[in-house]
DNA sequence: AAGACGGGGGA
DNA sequence: TCCCCAGTCTT
């Protein structure tokens, strides 16, 4: 991996956000990437928002990249370019949290913290047998006292580094290589046969799901789309105009609706087409929806936050892969983009 | 303390 | 389907 021995706080930094929940397979492109365009912490601090959210796309948790996008500005300006280097001043920065302060802090500056991540919950929770649900706030006490402990005071980046590795590649949460592993003889959970009950989690999510009718709304070559500025999913990400409603509808009702809001005048559009139902699983809802095509001799006068441009310019905005099901699907019939 | 926040991959 | 992933922030 790129980062393994980077000693650059930006880099490490940057490859650590991009690392939270999400695999490094997943996370490897995207980081040879942004330190392709943002070498440094001024070039990022630099770059227009939405040049930054394109890069991010399809990676999730978009808050990540907006807090990335602030702390690079104060790091750039407030702090001249120079990056904390101590484990108080680094976990005050938006987006970083006890993981991540401690991450940066043994790997940059090699000071003694004790990474705490999926990985080390699971490992520990293991070799040890401790059955203390990691989600609880005593479990997160009681693993993060253990990591402590356990951290090799003289060399707390190669720990981290290893016990997160041994987590990935070993310790792994399904079908573990128990056969294999250096603590056959004495980790608590294999002796037991508890390996697959361990860690414990107690908290379960339900999934909420929710309806979203696009309108792809299309004025001589230009689409309205509009920025996700609510505290929702998607937050800082581009969208067709949308109705969202709490259960399946038809088209005809759909339309109706869209009438109503004033953001189709009767009889003066052309319905271009109406494309299957996508769905995308997200953890915590399920999105279900279609995109309504529909063609206007005039832009409605409504006031609205619609933005309106082509193709070329819609590129280079940031949807979500909901979204980009759509925009690609199209790419084979009609070409969207 | 509990919820919210994405998307992909493996079983 | 469900679970997990180099977690953090908000309520």
């Known amino acids: 991996m790129p980062w393994k021995g980077e000693k650059d706080p930006y880099k490490i930094w940057l490859s650590e956000i991009i690392l939270q929940q999400t ?24 770059a227009p928002e939405t040049a930054v959210f ?22 750039s300006k407030e702090l001249k370019g120079h990056f904390p280097d101590n484990y108080d001043e680094i976990k005050a920065l938006k987006g970083i949290g006890p993981y991540t302060a401690a991450a940066i802090s043994s790997f940059a500056f090699n000071l003694p913290h004790a990474v705490v991540d999926g990985n080390v919950f699971r490992v520990l929770a293991r070799v040890f047998g401790i059955s203390t649900a990691i989600d609880s706030t005593e479990g997160k006490k009681e693993f993060t006292n253990l990591a402590e402990e356990l951290l090799d005071r003289k060399q707390p980046g190669m720990y981290n580094q290893a016990i997160m590795d041994f987590g990935a590649v070993i310790c792994k949460p399904a079908a573990p290589l128990c056969d294999t592993c250096v ?42 789309i509009r920025k996700r ?10 969208e067709f105009p949308l109705i969202e409603v709490g259960n399946e509808l038809d088209t005809k009702t759909i339309i109706r609706e869209l009438e109503k809001k004033k953001w189709l005048l009767k009889n003066a559009y052309e319905l271009i087409s109406v494309s299957p139902l996508f769905k995308q699983q997200l953890s915590h809802q399920l999105i279900a929806g279609q995109f309504i095509k529909i063609r206007v001799k005039n832009k409605p006068s409504i006031k609205n936050d619609w933005l309106w441009m082509e193709k070329e310019e819609m590129a280079a905005h940031a949807f979500p892969q909901f979204i980009n099901q759509y925009l690609r699907e199209k790419n084979g019939q009609q070409t969207l983009f």
Request: with cysteine; aromatic share 18%.
């Open 23 to 46: 695999r490094v397979e997943q996370g490897l492109n995207y980081y040879n990437n942004f330190v392709k365009e943002f070498p440094n912490v001024h070039k990022l601090a630099k």
């Open 54 to 75: 394109k890069l991010w796309e399809g990676l999730g948790y978009y808050s990540r990249c907006r807090n990335l996008l602030f702390t690079a500005g104060y790091i």
């Open 183 to 224: 603590f056959k003889k004495s980790c608590d959970a294999f002796l037991h046969n508890q390996v697959n009950e361990l860690p414990v989690k107690e908290k379960k999510i339900n999934v909420r799901k929710r309806w979203f009718y696009y309108l792809v709304l299309e004025n001589k070559k230009e689409t309205a």
């Open 229 to 238: 500025v609510e505290k929702d999913i998607w937050q800082g990400l581009y």
